[in-house]
């Protein structure tokens, strides 16, 4: 690809690190390349990312070169809002749960609205890019459409937004870091090391289903699945490197007939019945909008909501409440969080026998109580850097027992 052909802003690293944030767990749907760029999909658009010290630099790919689709996120905050005014929003608030007076955003969203609409019909009165065809079976079969992989889409403020509000970059994420090391000596000594990690603010349906996928699983086995479900169920994007590219699957995609066993028979084992009554039961009883919906309610009844779904527990919903709808404050307990909280802060939890919804809630309280309302980043900084830490502490202890080995042989050596 030619440099040209690269967008970018300005992003320092310590704001944002990609080769953390992108592979620790909150989105299955990214791969790095040999040449160290990132690929996956996300608003519905292929993106190719990559980063210097101080820039992020992204190309897009969409079906065809018809413009950009008004987003279905459209009354969300970050997306409407450009970087400038986001700056305005956060100054001052980097510790507080960011609130919007919905009047200021509704005229700011009118004014972005109207502009991408203008900037849409123009570019679809030149569009003479075929789309690829798509049967509706669950097996897609792509024609010999032209190369739409070499289509790159090209609207600055629309494509820097969405990128914006998925890596939530209105957030100061220095001074959060600066605010938990100061309250907490075990973050200071270990998140200190390990930069940019932040909450991605993701798509409800896609978060949800994904993580429903992650119970008793790897992320491996998890990235399998949710690749599973968008070649079957999603729509086709593009084909980009050799590789073919589908949407997530909306949640009437999840209803068809005989959904359970055919996920059953793509290995998704007792979480096929989860996504398929899941996803029926938002169909029947609620509505496509309703899991967007809930970010605009307090964080206490988001969670309740989710628990009521079948398959879902405390840890997938708070990992919903915290990745999609805008609950900062909820922390997602597993068995790696519970072993660190008993041994650097909770001791007294060492007698427990097993994460009871008890013990869980009081964990979720301790770090709510100890780091703020963004006690959910903060977690999640601190267990990814400690997980990075005891990875590299492992392989440094690795290293200098080789070296010590290697030393007493060449004594042996020179004794003998």
């Known amino acids: 690809m030619s440099s040209a052909n690269w967008k970018q802003f300005p992003c320092n690293k310590l704001e944002l690190c990609l080769d953390t944030v992108l592979v620790c767990g909150q989105s299955f749907r990214w791969r790095k390349n040999s040449s160290g760029e990132w690929l996956g999909v996300m608003a519905g658009y292929v993106w190719r990312l ?31 809002l450009g970087q400038s005014n986001l700056n305005t929003l956060y100054e001052n608030e980097a510790l507080k749960d960011p609130k919007i007076v919905k009047n200021e955003v509704k005229q700011l969203t ?32 792509i024609d010999s459409s032209p190369a739409v992989n070499d289509v790159i889409l090209s609207d600055d403020d629309h494509f820097s937004s969405l990128l914006h509000n998925y890596f939530q970059l209105g957030v100061d994420l220095r001074q959060l870091y600066k605010s938990w090391a100061s309250k907490d000596p075990y973050f200071n000594q270990v998140a200190s090391n390990f930069y940019g990690i932040r909450i991605l603010r993701q798509d409800p349906v896609e978060n949800l289903f994904s993580f429903v996928c992650s119970s008793n699983n790897n992320i ?49 084992g007792y979480r096929a019945k989860f996504i398929a009554r899941i996803a029926r039961d938002i169909t029947e009883n609620k509505s496509e909008n309703w899991l967007r919906s809930l970010r605009d309610r307090p964080y206490s009844e988001v969670k309740s909501e989710l628990l009521n779904l079948y398959g879902v527990g405390p840890k997938v919903a708070d990992c919903v409440c915290l990745m999609s709808l805008d609950k900062t404050e909820a922390v997602p307990v597993d068995t790696h969080v519970w072993q660190i909280t008993m041994k650097h802060y909770l001791t007294k939890l060492q007698s427990a026998k097993s994460l009871t919804d008890k013990l869980y809630n009081e964990i979720g309280d301790f770090y709510r109580s100890l780091w703020g309302p963004y006690a959910g980043w903060a977690h999640s900084v601190l267990f990814t850097a400690d997980l990075r ?15 010590t080995d290697t030393i007493c042989n060449q004594t042996k050596k020179k004794k003998k």
């Open 220 to 268: 491996s086995r998890i990235s399998s699945m949710v690749e599973n479900l968008c070649t079957n169920y999603g729509e086709f994007i593009t084909r980009l490197d050799e590789t073919d590219y589908f949407t997530f699957p909306s949640i009437s995609a999840l209803c068809k007939e005989n959904i359970e066993t055919h996920l059953r028979q793509l290995g998704f």
């Open 110 to 141: 009118q004014t972005t609205v109207k502009g991408t609409k203008t900037k849409a019909s123009t570019k679809r009165s030149n569009a003479k890019c075929k789309l690829p065809q798509v049967n509706s079976t669950s097996s897609h079969t």
């Open 389 to 403: 830490h005891n990875k590299r502490k492992g392989e440094n202890e690795a290293t200098e027992k080789n070296v």
């Open 50 to 80: 990559k980063q210097s010290d101080d820039r992020i630099l992204y190309q897009v790919y969409g079906k065809h070169n018809t413009a950009v689709r008004e987003s279905a996120d459209i009354n969300d905050k970050s997306l409407k």
